[in-house]
């Protein structure tokens, strides 16, 4: 499928009388109430939710500053503690002994931690924190598997005012340097090893690597949470055990009351140039915005069981794991392990034995699982007993209708409604998405903004096109978990989201969408930028490129997507080796060794699914590589386009073929 273009489907599904009754937001009605409280008194709709929603330590008098846009500043003069609004006031309220925490291993041992004991454990890592020489405003890297542990180093930054910049487990030593070098890191948080589907992977050694790769003086500290018992070299005075960190630590500490502006995280994600960008998010809307999202895109309730299926390497296991479910003193799933180990059931079989009331994946994951399904009878969700679900969500990328419908029928039980949630690393939160006990569902169909998030469908200048037409992306005025700024880059930051095409007045989403001619309904058609999604991931097709062409045996290299049944978008590379073109057995071999080379520069999630040699790259005369025609042959298309501009157009024959 072409991400979305074609993938909306006409069947409507509205929400049933029940689902209405019970939701939070309760009917079209009560959404288009709060949709026009907004359009009506924007600052004073934010400000309501956010004395409302958020424990302010100083309440805030300023909601929006505009002064130096796109800098935006959202309740810049309140104080208040991120770690605090996700324990403390829980616990105080008498919600102590209420289970914050359910972690599953990868081996299926379960593990229940209490909102007191994670105030306590957060409590007594966050003096270590301190006591390491680790202040307010210091960066720290956090390279860890998904854990209560992981979850606790998140939230003791919080509470301290550290700033965390998570990076993802599968990510190479390379990428590792890159972004403690980028955001001036003064410690990291990390594992020995990780358990996933059964195996040991590195994590600590990545670390190692990576700082020996130089320039990261620094860096101070290592913190190495014992996962695995597997070796790991410690250095002395630089390394520190997490027992020895929170040894003799008391369970109480005092958060670090910060102003509302102050970073509370950087995620680095993938752009359209080879560098990853470190996004910067505030605390206080960025907090708002996750607990609002919470509370009414999943309609989270006090006894619900909640599942984010998301790694907190992710943005969707910041805002979905380590803050959102915490913030409204939910109770939730943390999962170590993948979807298929030990066998494709996995995720059906802990929504039954944990009883999951809401269940939030991706498209990839449901598409994976379906294709186990159908082959392996054992694994099938009508193998389990999934009736405590009441509502499913899916991120990360377009769901396709036939994936949708299977989700709905043999996950839902045809009862639970979908929220396919449209949002961002950048954004914070959900942008476009169904409410529940709301809107009428059309499967392909993210539907309609957040209420008070201000979307539209613009053409090239920034007009806003009509309904049924395709265009770009934008979001007409800022919102308060919207990005502050890339790390150590503001120009950048001015440039990739806030253009002079538009004034600097939208900010881009970098993703093509269209609007139902009737409904108003939002579908997204996939990036317009060369970044791809692969199973719901980013990745820069510069990034890709780089990697390739700092392998010796490489003298060219052009990234492109193609559709994939299962992960919504593959890699394809074209390559042109310093030396002739190979074939047969060798190509493979080399092939391989390319894909390998990727992994181990950015990480596995990288890795080109096929790779194809030629002796040029189709070219106009001016030099420029015609990426719009390596995009039709690696979907093997006929190439139809004008051809006329094209240097060498025998190229193309030579590039038809996969290796
Ligand atoms: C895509 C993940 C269609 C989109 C939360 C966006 C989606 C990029 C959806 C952001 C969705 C995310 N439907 N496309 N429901 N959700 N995307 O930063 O292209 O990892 O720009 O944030 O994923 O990916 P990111």
New binding site residues.
């Given amino acids: 499928m072409s991400a979305?273009e074609t993938g909306r489907s006409t069947h409507l599904y509205p929400p049933s009388a029940e689902v209405v009754k019970k939701a939070t937001i309760s009917g079209m009605a009560a959404y288009q109430a709060l949709c026009r409280e907004a359009e009506q008194d924007y600052t004073g709709y934010w400000a309501r939710l956010a004395k409302e929603h958020v424990s302010w330590q100083k309440p805030f008098t300023q909601v929006l500053d505009e002064s130096n846009a796109p800098f935006y500043q959202w309740f810049a003069d309140g104080r208040l503690n991120v770690s605090y609004n996700c324990l403390d006031r829980h616990v105080d309220a008498g919600l102590g002994g209420k289970v914050a925490l359910i972690f599953e291993a990868d081996d299926g041992q379960v593990t229940r931690v209490t909102y007191k004991d994670l105030l306590g454990r957060v409590a007594r890592f966050a003096n270590g924190l301190k006591a390491r020489g680790i202040r307010k405003g210091d960066r720290v890297l956090i390279y860890m598997p998904m854990s209560v542990e992981g979850v606790v180093a998140m939230q003791a930054c919080a509470r301290i005012g550290a700033i965390h910049s998570v990076v993802f487990g599968g990510f190479s030593a390379k990428s590792v340097h890159e972004r403690i070098r980028d955001a001036g890191t003064v410690a990291v948080i990390t594992a020995d090893e990780q358990y996933r589907g059964g195996k040991n992977l590195p994590l600590k050694s990545v670390v190692d690597e990576s700082l020996a790769l130089g320039g990261c003086d620094s860096v101070r500290t290592v913190i190495v949470y014992r996962r695995t018992g597997g070796t790991c070299a410690m250095v002395a005075g630089r390394d520190v055990p997490w027992e020895e960190v929170v040894a003799g630590q008391p369970e109480i500490c005092e958060p670090e009351w910060v102003d509302a502006e102050h970073p509370l995280f950087l995620l680095y994600?993938s752009g359209s140039t080879g560098q990853p960008k470190g996004v910067q998010h505030s605390s206080g809307g960025y907090l708002l915005h996750a607990i609002l999202t919470t509370k009414w895109t999943f309609d989270l309730k006090p006894d619900d069981v909640f599942w984010c299926t998301a790694d907190i390497g992710?943005?969707?296991g910041h805002t979905y794991v380590a803050y959102g479910p915490l913030a409204c003193g939910g109770t939730q799933i943390v999962f170590e392990g993948v979807p298929v180990y030990p066998d494709a059931g996995r995720f059906w079989r802990m929504i039954q034995d944990h009883k999951v009331s809401i269940f939030y994946t991706a498209p990839t994951a449901i598409r994976s699982l379906i294709k186990a399904a159908e082959t392996t009878p054992a694994v099938h969700p009508s193998k389990y007993d999934l009736s405590s679900l009441r509502l499913l969500g899916?991120?990360?990328?377009?769901i396709n209708p036939a994936a949708w419908e299977w989700y709905y029928e043999h996950i839902g039980g045809g009862r639970c409604p979908i929220v396919?949630?449209?949002?961002?690393?950048e954004t914070g939160g959900h942008m476009i998405t169904p409410l529940p006990g709301v809107t009428t569902l059309v499967p392909g169909s993210?539907t309609l903004p957040f209420p008070g998030i201000q979307a539209a469908v613009v053409d090239e200048a920034g007009h806003e096109l009509e309904w049924g037409k395709s265009g770009i992306l934008v979001v007409t005025k800022p919102w308060p978990s919207m990005i502050r700024t890339i790390w150590g880059d503001p120009e950048r930051f001015k440039k990739s989201y806030f253009p002079q095409d538009f004034h600097g007045k939208l900010y881009l989403?970098?993703?093509g969408a269209s609007r139902d001619a009737e409904t108003g309904y939002f579908t997204?058609t996939?990036?317009i930028d060369d970044v791809l999604?692969i199973s719901g991931?980013?990745m820069g097709t510069m990034e890709i490129e780089s990697a390739l062409v700092s392998n010796p045996l490489v003298a060219e290299a052009a990234v492109v997507g193609r559709p994939d049944d299962v992960t919504g978008e593959a890699i394809c590379a074209f390559v042109v080796l310093k030396r002739a073109r190979p074939a047969a057995e060798e190509a493979k071999n080399i092939a391989n060794d390319l894909r390998n080379w990727v992994a181990k520069e950015i990480g596995p999630i990288a890795k080109p699914k096929e790779i194809r040699f030629g002796d040029n790259l189709p070219k106009t005369r001016s030099g420029k590589i015609m990426r719009r025609l390596l995009r039709s042959l690696a979907k093997g298309e006929a190439i139809t386009q004008d051809v006329s501009t094209l240097e060498n157009p025998q190229i193309l024959d030579q590039l038809k073929q996969a290796s």
């Fill in positions: 979305g994600t992710w943005v969707t899916s991120v990360g990328e377009p396919d949630t449209f949002w961002q690393t993210c989403a970098g993703d997204i996939g990036r999604n991931h980013r």
